[in-house]
């Protein structure tokens, strides 16, 4: 079962947050940097408050959201099947492990121009992006994970006479699971910035969209607002990945214990 965190931790990490806003009023109350570069904490804030108070912002937000999150589940999908395969079969991987390292090496980012013109301005150029970024960072950790598993575990589990695929669903997925989960929490904002980059090469709605028309008329705070916005969200998305995970992985120790030490 997913648990809250201790309180006194939340407490600090709230306390951090207030010192981080009165650092960065202070920074522009006291003259040592000018609010053109920094912006105002709240300014930006007001900011906040008039987008949601007058409904603008839920179209933008919608159409960003809708990118990452389909991003997000094809590019995991198919990084989870891509590496489970590879990893199965050592031919496979063979062949296509020049041309993986050679995409994986290659920055993605060139390719929101292509996509934008094989599927055009809309939100299928974005996802594109997005699942480009997100399929590798899967894809690698389940690769690793799946051929990381015990050659004890998998000698034993072929001398009980389990079949390729009672292999596949109590050996190798359960070893990737952890791998998964983990490459899962870094896809959450490779899908956002899939979303966001997408939206900065050609768009006429989504929260990128609005930075880059804010960045155009030199508003540093409509920038940070956006920027905000989406960080507020990328962590609602991790959350749910970790509430996934911990429901999923619950039979995995939380705590290293000791053997006889008192309970």
């Not at 006194?8 to 306390?15: F, G, K, P, S």
């Not at 912006?39 to 937000?61: C, E, K, N, Q």
Request: net charge positive; glycine share 10%.
């Amino acid at each position: 079962m997913f648990r809250l965190k201790n309180p006194r931790i939340v407490l600090v990490q709230i306390l951090i947050f207030i010192l981080f806003i009165a650092g960065w009023k202070a920074l522009t109350t006291f003259g040592i940097m000018s609010k053109f570069f920094v912006g105002d904490p709240f300014v930006v804030a007001a900011r906040l408050y008039d987008w949601f108070s007058t409904g603008m912002i839920f179209r933008h937000l919608g159409i960003t959201l809708y990118e990452t999150v389909v991003a997000f589940i094809l590019g995991s999908v198919l990084g989870l099947l891509v590496g489970l395969w590879l990893a199965l079969s050592p031919t496979a991987s063979l062949l296509a492990s020049p041309y993986l390292k050679g995409f994986n090496a290659m920055p993605r980012v060139i390719l929101a121009p292509i996509f934008a013109v094989w599927f055009g301005l809309g939100v299928t150029s974005k996802i594109a992006l997005g699942i480009t970024l997100v399929f590798f960072v899967v894809f690698f950790n389940v690769y690793q994970g799946v051929r990381e598993v015990s050659p004890v575990t998998l000698a034993n589990a072929r001398m009980l006479g389990a079949s390729r695929a009672q292999l596949l669903r109590t050996v190798y997925i359960p070893s990737a699971t952890s791998w998964v989960f983990s490459s899962l929490h870094a896809a959450v904002g490779m899908a956002f910035v899939g979303a966001v980059i997408g939206e900065y090469m050609g768009s006429s709605a989504g929260v990128g969209y609005l930075i880059l028309e804010a960045e155009g008329l030199f508003d540093i705070n409509g920038v940070f607002a956006g920027v905000i916005l989406l960080t507020f969200f990328a962590l609602i998305l991790d959350a749910i990945v970790g509430i996934v995970e911990a429901r999923l992985l619950h039979w995995q120790p939380r705590e290293a214990t000791t053997v006889g030490a008192p309970a």
